[in-house]
């Protein structure tokens, strides 16, 4: 069982030819909702690999609420830990340029009043053995009282540390797994790596000196993992992407369900980077995101 705690949002997307510099304006070329949030989307990923999810947040009172909730239900996931607040419910403006870059604006709304009750109050429903997945798109206090509550109750905790915020440093010590890209695992590490094998190179210092797991998305240059002393890089599928914004948590969540189903690490590894990578192949987050059945054919 997945338990994720996280934000949930509705996206508001403007696609351009490319992405404006400061101060400029660009004519856009399509405007799209679509649902999102980073716990959203990694909840939906999980359940489309084939997990049973829970998923724990906060929506608001406004037309948004039930929009934002839509694929989820659809996919069967149990949302019976989310509130309704008065309030807007989150939301995220994107702008996704013709090479498939992006760039996001996050409006809180509702996220920002998950409660560290409301995480103990999950995880304290979760057994020995089960998955809880992050992010740091909801506060800080939640997010620590549910990594503190993972490790008294054996529980598995993934951390992705997107969106970086002033509490990552303090707060990966305390997840078992860390999944980062390279411009997050640089606040970690204590600098930024160019090449892939300088990547590497810091994936390992930094594993040496913890004993963490660490997970480093690279976009189009594959993934690096470190586990019991290893560091190991899995490449990713040769794409052209339409649309970035989701892969990353298609990653995260494909990784929680092959974890949580005992999969063999390395294959968790390699078929989450296999469906991060599908869903560059559509527009917006949680429509993007691959079903188990089209991962496995690319295997």
């Given at each position: 069982m997945i338990t994720v705690i996280g934000s949930i949002n509705m996206d508001l997307i403007a696609t351009t030819p490319r992405l404006p510099e400061p101060g400029e304006t660009v004519?856009?070329?399509?405007?799209?909702?679509?649902?999102?949030?980073?716990?959203?989307?990694?909840?939906?990923?999980?359940?489309?690999?084939?997990?049973?999810?829970?998923?724990?947040?906060?929506?608001?009172?406004?037309?948004?609420?039930?929009?934002?909730?839509?694929?989820l239900d659809e996919a069967?996931?149990?949302?019976?830990?989310?509130?309704?607040?008065?309030?807007?419910t989150g939301t995220a403006l994107i702008l996704v340029g013709g090479d498939g870059e992006n760039m996001i604006a996050v409006i809180p709304g509702a996220n920002g009043q998950v409660t560290a009750e409301?995480?103990?109050?999950?995880?304290?429903?979760?057994?020995?053995?089960?998955?809880?997945?992050?992010?740091?798109?909801?506060?800080?206090?939640?997010?620590?009282?549910?990594l503190k509550a993972a490790r008294a109750r054996s529980v598995r905790s993934v951390l992705n540390i997107a969106p970086?915020?002033?509490?990552?440093?303090?707060?990966?010590?305390?997840?078992?797994?860390?999944?980062?890209?390279?411009t997050e695992f640089a606040r970690l590490s204590g600098r930024p790596a160019e090449t892939l094998e300088a990547a590497r190179a810091e994936v390992e210092v930094l594993h040496g000196r913890t004993g963490q797991c660490l997970i480093v998305t690279l976009g189009g240059d594959g993934v690096l993992w470190a586990r019991d002393g290893k560091v190991e890089h899995v490449p990713s599928l040769k794409i052209?992407?339409?649309?970035?914004?989701?892969?990353?948590?298609?990653?995260?969540?494909?990784?929680?369900?092959?974890?949580?189903?005992?999969?063999?690490?390395?294959?968790?590894?390699?078929?989450?980077?296999?469906?991060?990578?599908?869903?560059?192949?559509?527009?917006?987050?949680?429509?993007?995101i691959p079903l188990s059945a089209d991962v496995d054919a690319r295997l």
């Amino acid at each position: 069982m997945i338990t994720v705690i996280g934000s949930i949002n509705m996206d508001l997307i403007a696609t351009t030819p490319r992405l404006p510099e400061p101060g400029e304006t660009v004519a856009g070329t399509d405007f799209a909702t679509a649902q999102g949030g980073k716990g959203a989307n990694q909840a939906l990923a999980a359940q489309r690999a084939g997990a049973s999810v829970k998923m724990c947040g906060a929506v608001g009172d406004d037309a948004f609420a039930g929009e934002a909730l839509a694929l989820l239900d659809e996919a069967g996931a149990d949302l019976s830990l989310i509130r309704h607040i008065d309030g807007p419910t989150g939301t995220a403006l994107i702008l996704v340029g013709g090479d498939g870059e992006n760039m996001i604006a996050v409006i809180p709304g509702a996220n920002g009043q998950v409660t560290a009750e409301d995480a103990e109050n999950a995880v304290a429903a979760m057994a020995t053995g089960d998955t809880l997945v992050l992010q740091m798109e909801i506060p800080e206090a939640a997010i620590e009282a549910a990594l503190k509550a993972a490790r008294a109750r054996s529980v598995r905790s993934v951390l992705n540390i997107a969106p970086l915020t002033d509490a990552v440093e303090r707060l990966a010590p305390l997840a078992d797994i860390v999944i980062a890209n390279e411009t997050e695992f640089a606040r970690l590490s204590g600098r930024p790596a160019e090449t892939l094998e300088a990547a590497r190179a810091e994936v390992e210092v930094l594993h040496g000196r913890t004993g963490q797991c660490l997970i480093v998305t690279l976009g189009g240059d594959g993934v690096l993992w470190a586990r019991d002393g290893k560091v190991e890089h899995v490449p990713s599928l040769k794409i052209k992407p339409v649309d970035t914004v989701g892969a990353g948590d298609t990653f995260c969540g494909y990784l929680a369900q092959g974890l949580d189903a005992g999969m063999e690490f390395a294959t968790a590894i390699r078929r989450a980077a296999v469906a991060g990578a599908l869903a560059c192949l559509k527009p917006g987050a949680q429509p993007s995101i691959p079903l188990s059945a089209d991962v496995d054919a690319r295997l």
